[in-house]
């Protein structure tokens, strides 16, 4: 693509720079906007004034966050190999093997309504290597830990559908957006292709608003691909400069976008046409 082809979101700005490679914004329960920083350790909190603020340092490599319905934060951390807990501004282990082995790296996270965890484990190997990966399933109470899905090529992004009945992830090195069906308990019951995207289109975070449609991130391509529920493109947002990676709806009227951009070192903001969803 080239810059004859750029096609800039509503009031597209910065939001902050220099944070070493954001990821994993989530919309907080007080309306604030949290991320991470695998390099510095760091978890961020973006206020409503668009003021970055540090909450806490995992001593690890966070890279995804999700809050459970009791406003608790969560964090998929790469470098203990763990899903944390934070409380009271300290880290504690909710997770960190399945079947007497440890986890690969956790990478992103999301509740189901019956409050148990997914979240996605990568295998990270070099390309070539489509790093075959499992999702995994924890119960909130016990942190049972048991295998969701398996036999995906890098599992990445991770989010619950607006009707609870369907998880969508993102399978970066199958270039594609998968969905599965689930049942009330969090059991999968179906799974099926919404979209693949053309090399190297590389899918990472995404986003639903609130008719249910998607953003997903193509950091491969330096776009953003809004998808209806079938998989159906809608546009594609596309800056040369940018590498979008993860993404996150907020705002006072949470048609903000948030979008972290990655290797850029570069948190965006644009108006979506669309508000997102009310956190579960």
Same mark, same amino acid.
């Given at each position: 693509? *080239?810059?004859?082809?750029?096609?800039? =979101?509503?009031?597209?700005?910065?939001?902050?720079?220099?944070?070493?490679?954001?990821?994993?914004?989530?919309?907080?329960?007080?309306?604030?906007?949290?991320?991470?920083?695998?390099?510095?350790?760091?978890?961020?909190?973006?206020?409503?004034?668009?003021?970055?603020?540090?909450?806490?340092?995992?001593?690890?490599?966070?890279?995804?966050?999700?809050?459970?319905?009791?406003?608790?934060?969560?964090?998929?951390?790469?470098?203990?190999?763990?899903?944390?807990?934070?409380?009271?501004?300290?880290?504690?282990?909710?997770?960190?093997?399945?079947?007497?082995?440890?986890?690969?790296? =956790?990478?992103?996270?999301?509740?189901?309504?019956?409050?148990?965890?997914?979240?996605?484990?990568?295998?990270?190997?070099?390309?070539?290597? %489509?790093?075959?990966? =499992?999702?995994?399933?924890?119960?909130?109470?016990?942190?049972?830990?048991?295998?969701?899905?398996?036999?995906?090529?890098? %599992?990445?992004?991770?989010?619950?559908?607006?009707?609870?009945?369907?998880?969508?992830?993102?399978?970066?090195?199958?270039?594609?957006?998968?969905?599965?069906?689930?049942?009330?308990?969090?059991?999968?019951?179906?799974?099926?292709?919404?979209?693949?995207?053309?090399?190297?289109?590389?899918?990472?975070?995404?986003?639903?608003?609130?008719?249910?449609?998607?953003?997903?991130?193509? %950091?491969? @391509?330096?776009?953003?691909?809004?998808?209806?529920?079938? $998989?159906?493109?809608?546009?594609?947002?596309?800056?040369?400069?940018?590498?979008?990676?993860? @993404?996150?709806? $907020?705002?006072?009227?949470?048609?903000?976008?948030?979008?972290? $951009? $990655? *290797?850029?070192?570069? @948190?965006?903001?644009? @108006?979506?046409?669309?508000?997102?969803?009310?956190?579960?």
């Amino acid at each position: 693509m *080239s810059k004859n082809l750029e096609n800039k =979101p509503k009031k597209f700005r910065i939001i902050t720079e220099g944070i070493i490679n954001p990821e994993g914004p989530v919309l907080g329960p007080d309306g604030n906007i949290y991320f991470v920083s695998a390099e510095e350790s760091n978890i961020y909190m973006i206020d409503n004034q668009n003021k970055v603020s540090s909450i806490g340092k995992t001593n690890g490599r966070p890279n995804g966050l999700a809050f459970n319905s009791n406003g608790e934060l969560f964090i998929a951390d790469a470098g203990h190999k763990a899903i944390l807990k934070m409380r009271n501004g300290k880290f504690d282990v909710f997770v960190d093997e399945y079947d007497g082995s440890r986890l690969g790296g =956790p990478n992103d996270l999301c509740f189901l309504p019956n409050g148990n965890l997914l979240f996605t484990d990568p295998v990270r190997k070099p390309l070539p290597d %489509p790093s075959i990966s =499992p999702i995994y399933s924890a119960e909130q109470v016990s942190g049972k830990v048991k295998v969701f899905a398996n036999d995906l090529a890098y %599992p990445n992004g991770i989010e619950l559908s607006n009707d609870k009945k369907n998880v969508f992830v993102s399978e970066s090195r199958a270039n594609r957006l998968v969905s599965f069906l689930i049942d009330e308990e969090g059991n999968l019951l179906d799974q099926k292709l919404i979209r693949r995207f053309r090399d190297p289109g590389h899918p990472d975070g995404l986003a639903i608003d609130s008719n249910g449609d998607i953003l997903q991130t193509l %950091p491969g @391509i330096r776009s953003i691909c809004y998808l209806d529920q079938k $998989g159906k493109m809608k546009n594609l947002y596309h800056i040369p400069d940018w590498s979008p990676s993860n @993404i996150a709806f $907020g705002g006072k009227n949470l048609d903000q976008v948030f979008v972290c $951009g $990655g *290797s850029k070192n570069v @948190i965006y903001s644009f @108006i979506h046409e669309v508000p997102g969803r009310k956190i579960l």
